[in-house]
């Protein structure tokens, strides 16, 4: 009994004679329908193709990736916000025209100067007082830092450094 390849699987001839419906294929590679008239084959394979085409022209995808639609219609006005922005905007305006009007008033006002309508502090004389006493205790501070000779025993200086020696440290 021989064996035929089908594309699938192994037919043998008593299965192939029972059953003619299975599909053989002379060569393993070989994927082309068989037809008797290749015209009709053509006609139907346009046909099929003109569909798929078709079918890829018209194909929607299962993700939006469009522009979103806040974006296409601009963004929105709100009237309450820009009338208030408005009456904000208003204000500021007059505010800033009075305080242009008040500088301007006052730098064309004639500068006052009388020496006798200043109120001097109460507390000056007190205060130029205590300045001199510091300054004067200040001098005889200096005076006597630069009196004072400095000095130290040279017998002492290795007894305290082996004084500071023998502590121990931390």
Do not use: W
Not at 27 to 50: C, F, H, V, W, Y
Not at 63 to 74: A, I, M, Q, T, W
Not at 132 to 152: A, D, M, S, V
């Amino acid at each position: 009994m021989s064996r035929i390849f089908c594309g699938f699987c192994l037919v043998s001839s008593r299965q192939r004679k029972n059953n003619s419906s299975i599909y053989l294929r002379s060569e393993m590679g070989d994927r082309r329908e068989k037809s008797i008239n290749p015209i009709l084959t053509r006609i139907a394979n346009a046909k099929k193709q003109e569909v798929h085409r078709h079918k890829l022209r018209t194909i929607t995808s299962t993700v939006d990736s469009s522009c979103p639609r806040s974006l296409l219609r601009g963004r929105r006005t709100n009237p309450k916000k820009a009338q208030m922005d408005e009456d904000h905007y208003a204000h500021i305006e007059r505010e800033n025209r009075k305080l242009l009007i008040q500088m301007s008033n006052i730098m064309l006002r004639p500068k006052q100067r009388n020496p006798g309508s200043h109120v001097s502090s109460l507390n000056l004389p007190q205060r130029q007082r205590d300045i001199k006493r510091i300054n004067h205790h200040n001098r005889l501070l200096l005076e006597r830092i630069e009196k004072t000779q400095p000095y130290c025993k040279c017998i002492t200086i290795p007894i305290l450094f082996s004084h500071f020696i023998s502590f121990p440290s931390n």
